[in-house]
């Protein structure tokens, strides 16, 4: 059953030089329980999306969407009070660098009991044992010193961990995870990745994590949405995605990523071209420019979602019965 429904989401930001059109008509879904990805190369719109979601994004964008259905309740009929009060309470979200997310001038006490006074209705003392409570469960030690301490004075692992905290305190129905693991090493990485899969058991909450890290992706995702140019190219389950992909871009995604299990030494084959310019987005399909199968069709006329059976979904003239018919590369 889908926690979260959205039909034809826009989004776009009015800048002094044109309007950057970020997110353009998307449509999709996040069920009740699951662990979906969306990827894609910087730019693609995968933040944007679940921000417009959330109605986070400053006053120059302008969003749109035909519904915004999450768990029965219409968002885009909500005012600012009523979604302010969903934010933290049902839908919590670790944003992609802790450090600037955090706030410098509060402790980690302060900033963890906040949300629960504010949503919960907790007095003070209340809310730092539940404080103490979640800095136990993300793996932080002596939480107790750790509630008294600012967030300069953690490391990178340990502020992440703080804002994963913070994420959880209500208990929300959906967990966003916006590049959770950027700018921290591999080992504490694998322990972030660790973390947000055990919290995900025990709470038995959504959890929707961006990356541009497909390993992570493997990983952790039982379901996979593709983003290029705005726009939704490819949807599937991770077999769909990594043993069966059907969209160039897809191909070039998993072509860029070293593989060890093969035993071979051989160079990466990187995606030809630059990613398209927001302002001015191609007519057609958003990677025609850049794609080696391009037939004339796709520079003009943008490419419908063909359903492949399965929740497997590609936006590719290439599904065309009369599209030449071309090996995965």
């Known amino acids: 059953m889908a926690l979260l429904e959205v039909q034809n989401l826009t989004t776009t930001f009015r800048i002094g030089v044109g309007t950057v059109q970020a997110v353009r008509g998307i449509s999709f879904h996040v069920n009740e329980g699951e662990f979906l990805g969306i990827v894609g190369e910087s730019g693609s719109g995968k933040s944007v999306t679940m921000l417009s979601v959330m109605h986070l994004l400053p006053d120059y964008a302008t969003i749109t969407a035909d519904s915004i259905l999450f768990d029965g309740v219409e968002m885009t009929e909500l005012g600012a009070k009523e979604l302010r009060a969903m934010h ?7 944003f ?3 450090m600037t997310s955090l706030n410098p001038l509060f402790t980690v006490e302060q900033q963890l009991t906040e949300p629960l006074k504010i949503h919960l209705g907790m007095k003070k003392k209340e809310a730092r044992e539940k404080a103490l409570e979640l800095l136990n469960e993300v793996g932080i030690p002596a939480p107790e010193e750790r509630l008294r301490q600012y967030p300069h004075e953690l490391s990178g692992g340990m502020r992440q961990r703080v804002m994963i905290a913070m994420a959880l305190s209500c208990a929300p129905k959906m967990l966003i995870a916006d590049e959770p693991t950027t700018a921290l090493d591999v080992t504490i990485q694998a322990q972030i990745l660790e973390l947000l899969e055990a919290l995900k058991q025990k709470s038995g909450a959504s959890v929707v ?3 541009h ?4 992706i493997a990983s952790m995702c039982s379901r996979i949405i593709v983003m290029y140019g705005g726009t939704i190219c490819e949807e599937g389950s991770a077999t769909d995605i990594f043993y069966d992909p059907r969209h160039p871009y897809t191909w070039g995604l998993l072509r860029s990523v070293p593989k060890i299990s093969t035993g071979e030494h051989r160079k990466l084959i990187p995606i030809p071209g630059t990613p398209p310019d927001m302002l001015r987005p191609p007519e057609g399909c958003p990677f025609a420019p850049r794609c080696r199968h391009c037939m004339r069709i796709c520079r003009t006329v943008p490419p419908p979602q ?4 399965d929740g497997h979904r590609v936006a590719c003239h290439l599904m065309h019965p009369c599209a030449p018919k071309i090996d995965r590369e």
Request: no cysteine; hydrophobic share 40%.
């Open 306 to 309: 063909t359903d492949l059976g």
């Open 209 to 211: 994590m961006i990356t």
């Open 88 to 94: 933290g309470r049902d839908i919590g979200m670790v």
């Open 96 to 98: 992609q660098d802790p």
């Open 213 to 216: 890290d497909l390993g992570v």
